[in-house]
């Protein structure tokens, strides 16, 4: 996958793609991930970007030219997702991360000041995606968690299993415990050392139930559970 980011500041990216599983999936060709400094194409001598915004009102708005300007370098095929991101956005989910893992191109357009001219986002981008209900400084983190989630979904770029992961299933993951067996009085379930595997797993499936009916009963619409497994949910209602 090729994912093109454009970006005022694309020094800002290097801490979290310079490490751990992004850095990796870099290395191995998982993905390529190219930053694009709008600066490049910003007006004039001074590469200006921004201006007033017309009206009047506080900051500087984006202007437009320098972003179309940006777009039309990267010479971009029919059908790829264009995704600016805006807290007015739809909001980023693990669906949404799945869906675009799918993909073999994405571009995502990081906004800063008081935002983007109007017309970008009417005629330049196929989506809008926000990270959640505040408001941050600039586009740059929201792409960067948006990255770190697609790769995640990646072929080959996590060792491990993923699909106990919270969201993955529709479910919170179980509580996971790790040495000392005892620490400080507090005990591991017992059932974790047993070593009855279909045990734990029947354990850790109910623990995520539980867990995800008392924090997130939002999620269990999109559950896959048997009818016991509903009965859990039940019971545990009841006990609130
Ligand atoms: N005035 C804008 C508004 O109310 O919609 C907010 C501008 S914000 C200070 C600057 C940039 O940060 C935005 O253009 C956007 O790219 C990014 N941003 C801020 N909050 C975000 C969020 N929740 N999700 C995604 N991007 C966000």
């Given at each position: 996958?090729?994912?093109?980011?454009?970006?005022?500041?694309?020094?800002?990216?290097?801490?979290?793609?310079?490490?751990?599983?992004?850095?990796?999936?870099?290395?191995?060709?998982?993905?390529?991930?190219?930053?694009?400094?709008?600066?490049?194409?910003?007006?004039?001598?001074?590469?200006?970007?921004?201006?007033?915004?017309?009206?009047?009102?506080?900051?500087?708005?984006?202007?437009?030219?320098?972003?179309?300007?940006?777009?039309?370098?990267?010479?971009?095929?029919?059908?790829?997702?264009?995704?600016?991101?805006?807290?007015?956005?739809?909001q980023f989910s693990?669906?949404t991360?799945?869906?675009?893992?799918?993909?073999?191109?994405?571009?995502?357009?990081?906004?800063?000041?008081?935002?983007?001219?109007?017309?970008?986002?009417?005629?330049?981008?196929?989506?809008?995606i926000s990270i959640?209900?505040?408001?941050?400084?600039?586009?740059?983190?929201?792409?960067?968690?948006v990255?770190?989630?697609?790769?995640?979904?990646?072929?080959?770029?996590?060792?491990?299993?993923?699909?106990?992961?919270?969201?993955?299933?529709?479910?919170?993951?179980?509580?996971?415990?790790?040495?000392?067996?005892?620490?400080?009085?507090?005990?591991?379930?017992?059932?974790?050392?047993?070593?009855?595997?279909?045990?734990?797993?029947?354990?850790?499936?109910?623990?995520?139930?539980?867990?995800?009916?008392?924090?997130?009963?939002?999620?269990?619409?999109?559950?896959?559970?048997?009818?016991?497994?509903?009965?859990?949910?039940?019971?545990?209602?009841?006990?609130?």
């Amino acid at each position: 996958m090729r994912i093109d980011i454009l970006t005022l500041f694309p020094e800002m990216f290097g801490g979290p793609f310079g490490h751990s599983i992004i850095k990796r999936a870099i290395d191995n060709n998982i993905v390529q991930i190219e930053l694009h400094n709008i600066r490049n194409s910003g007006i004039g001598k001074h590469k200006v970007v921004d201006d007033y915004p017309y009206g009047g009102g506080e900051g500087m708005v984006m202007m437009p030219e320098p972003l179309f300007d940006s777009l039309t370098k990267l010479n971009i095929e029919n059908g790829t997702p264009t995704v600016l991101l805006t807290p007015q956005g739809r909001q980023f989910s693990q669906k949404t991360a799945d869906n675009l893992a799918q993909k073999s191109r994405l571009i995502l357009i990081c906004g800063r000041y008081e935002g983007v001219d109007e017309r970008v986002r009417e005629h330049m981008v196929t989506d809008e995606i926000s990270i959640g209900d505040y408001v941050i400084s600039g586009g740059e983190l929201a792409a960067m968690v948006v990255v770190d989630a697609i790769i995640r979904r990646l072929p080959g770029a996590l060792g491990a299993e993923i699909e106990q992961d919270s969201m993955m299933n529709g479910l919170l993951e179980y509580p996971q415990y790790t040495r000392p067996a005892q620490y400080q009085g507090w005990e591991v379930p017992a059932v974790l050392l047993s070593g009855n595997h279909a045990e734990i797993t029947k354990w850790r499936r109910q623990q995520s139930i539980k867990k995800t009916a008392k924090r997130r009963p939002d999620l269990l619409k999109d559950a896959d559970l048997s009818e016991s497994e509903r009965q859990i949910i039940q019971n545990e209602i009841k006990d609130r």
